[in-house]
């Protein structure tokens, strides 16, 4: 995407251009193309969207599970412990894919590395 910027909008002086007759006159509009700054938005944008539909997932997940009465406005003792207990296992199960998929990376890495003769070689 490419955006117009005029000569004035470019330059640090934006007042007007004094003609040698004396009469002022604006900068002429000299439009360039300029690219944009890329940045980590539009990453991070993704993370956080990603980040709101797991949460999303996980709290309807556990609500269904765990809220069985909606005759009262008050949260049930036993409601309550259910959702807690639900979260903690969805915690722990990312915990445990988390550190299972690391240690995959690692074995993937010396087995390549062992493959490829690196490992085993004086230094």
Known sequence: MW????EAQNSEAQSPVTVASGVH???ALNYTARRPVRDKTGESDRTFKEFLGTYNKVTENCFMDCVRDFTTRDVKPE???CSESCLQKYLKMTQRISMRFQEYHI???EALAAK????????
């Open 3 to 6: 955006t117009l910027r005029t």
């Open 25 to 27: 006159r604006k900068p």
């Open 79 to 81: 409601e309550s412990s």
């Open 107 to 109: 074995q993937q890495n």
């Open 116 to 123: 490829a003769g690196l490992l085993g070689q004086p230094r």
